[in-house]
C-alpha cells in the first residue's frame, strides 16, 4: 500500500509531542512491512528540515504563524499543495487531527481527492464552548465528518469525539499508541545512575513540572543526594520552575536541560532511576510508555489515560498526582531497589504485550485494508 500521513508539525525541539512521535513510529513499521509511506509536516528547527524522520521520507514547508495559538494558527501555502500532490498517489491517508489549519486543510485536501482516509485525534478534540472553537468547528467538524474512521485512545476520548462530531460521524476505533520496545542490555551512556529523577514532557501547565519541583523539595529533604532533572520544550512554565526551584533552595539539585530530540530522549531515560509525569488529564501518555520500554520505573497521576492498565499490571505507581503523594512513591522507588528492577519488568512486558508499535501497527493495517 502506498500510505500518506498529515501531521500539523515537526521540530527539532518535539514541541508538538506525541502526534508527532505516533505518525513517526507507525510509517516506520509500515515501512518496514513493505509498505510505500510518506509524513506531510510543517518544519520548525534551527537547521534546514531533515528528508526522513527516521526511516521516513518527509515533506515539509517552515512553519508560519497566520493566526493567534501555539499550534493552531501554523500554515505555509504551499503544503496545501504537497498535500493535493502526496495524496494523489496514496491508497490511504492518514491525517493526524488537532483543531488546528493544517489538519483542517489535510482533512479538506483528502475529501476533495475523493481519498479514503481515517483521522486520528490524538485526545486533542474535546467539546468546547468558546466562540472561537464553535466557528473553527463549523468548518472542522463537517470534514472530520468525512473520514472512513477516527480512531481514539481511549474510551474518555470516545466519547469526546463523539459529543464534537455528534450524529453521522465515522465509525470510532479504539487504537493505543505504540513504542519500539527498546533491548533490555544496559542502561545506556554512563549507565543507570541510581539518585535521578527524570521529567520529561512540554513544560504546558497541563504536564505541571512545578508539581514536579515541589515534589523535588520534599524528596530531597528526605533522601539529599537524589537529583532531578526536567527535559522539555517551554510553553510558558519555565519561569515559574525557576522561580520554585530558587525558592526551594534546590540550585544544583533539580536543573532544567531543554528540549531533547528522540535518540536524547530514549538515553535520558535509559540513565533514570525513576520516570515521574505529573500531568493531569493526559489522555495517553506517550512519555510514560517510552520510558517503561527503556526499562525505567513510572509514576504517573491516576487521570493519566493508561493509569487504570498499568496499574492492574503493577507497570507504574499510580498517584493522586499531588506533590506529597508523588514524592513517596518516588522515595519509595529509591530506596528499594528489588522494588523499582520489579516494576521495570512489568513495564517491559506492558508494553511487549499492549503497547508494542508491532501489535499496534497490526491493527493499523486491518484498518487500512478494512478501507
Request: aromatic share 4%; charged share 25%; with cysteine.
Amino acid at each position: 500500500m502506498r500510505v500518506v500521513h498529515v501531521v500539523t508539525l515537526v521540530s527539532d525541539d518535539g514541541a508538538y509531542g506525541g502526534p508527532t512521535s505516533v505518525a513517526a513510529g507507525q510509517l516506520e513499521e509500515c515501512a518496514a512491512r513493505g509498505h510505500e509511506v510518506s509524513l506531510v509536516s510543517l518544519w520548525r528547527g534551527r537547521s534546514a528540515a531533515p528528508a526522513r524522520l527516521g526511516s521516513v521520507p518527509l515533506r515539509t514547508r517552515p512553519a508560519r504563524s497566520v493566526l493567534p495559538g501555539r499550534f493552531t494558527g501554523l500554515m505555509h501555502p504551499l503544503l496545501v499543495r504537497d498535500m493535493w500532490v502526496a495524496m494523489g498517489r496514496a491508497d490511504v491517508v492518514h491525517v493526524h487531527a488537532g483543531r488546528d489549519l493544517v489538519s483542517v486543510a489535510a482533512l479538506a485536501v483528502a475529501a476533495l481527492r475523493r481519498k479514503r482516509f481515517v483521522a486520528q485525534t490524538h485526545g486533542m478534540v474535546q467539546p468546547r464552548r468558546a466562540a472561537a472553537v464553535r466557528l473553527f468547528d463549523r468548518l472542522y467538524v463537517p470534514l472530520l465528518r468525512r473520514a472512513r474512521g477516527c480512531l481514539v485512545l481511549t474510551e474518555q476520548e470516545r466519547r469526546d469525539v463523539a459529543e464534537v462530531v455528534g450524529a453521522g460521524g465515522p465509525p470510532l476505533m479504539t487504537l493505543p499508541n505504540g513504542v519500539r520496545p527498546e533491548r533490555a542490555d544496559g542502561a545506556g551512556e554512563g549507565g543507570r545512575r541510581d539518585r535521578e529523577v527524570l521529567f520529561l514532557a512540554r513544560l504546558h501547565p497541563r504536564k505541571r513540572p512545578d508539581a514536579f519541583v515541589e515534589m523535588a523539595a520534599l524528596v530531597h529533604r528526605r533522601m539529599p543526594d537524589a537529583r532531578f532533572t526536567l527535559y522539555g520544550a517551554d510553553e510558558g512554565v519555565l519561569p515559574a520552575v525557576r522561580r520554585l526551584i530558587a525558592a526551594h533552595g534546590l540550585q544544583g539539585i533539580v536543573s532544567y536541560g531543554g528540549a531533547l530530540e528522540h535518540a536524547q530522549a530514549v538515553r535520558a531515560y535509559r540513565r533514570a532511576a525513576v520516570y515521574v509525569l505529573p500531568s493531569v488529564d493526559e489522555p495517553f501518555g506517550m512519555t510514560v510508555i517510552e520510558a517503561l520500554s527503556a526499562g525505567t520505573p513510572v509514576v504517573c497521576t491516576d487521570t493519566c489515560g493508561i493509569a487504570d492498565e498499568l496499574a492492574r499490571r503493577e507497570a507504574a505507581v499510580v498517584t493522586d498526582g499531588s506533590p506529597a503523594e508523588l514524592a513517596d512513591a518516588v522515595c519509595g522507588l529509591l530506596a528499594d531497589d528489588a522494588r523499582r528492577a520489579a516494576l521495570a519488568e512489568a513495564g517491559r512486558r506492558a508494553v511487549a504485550e499492549a503497547f508494542s508499535v508491532h501489535a499496534v501497527t497490526d491493527r493499523l493495517e486491518a484498518i487500512y485494508r478494512g478501507l
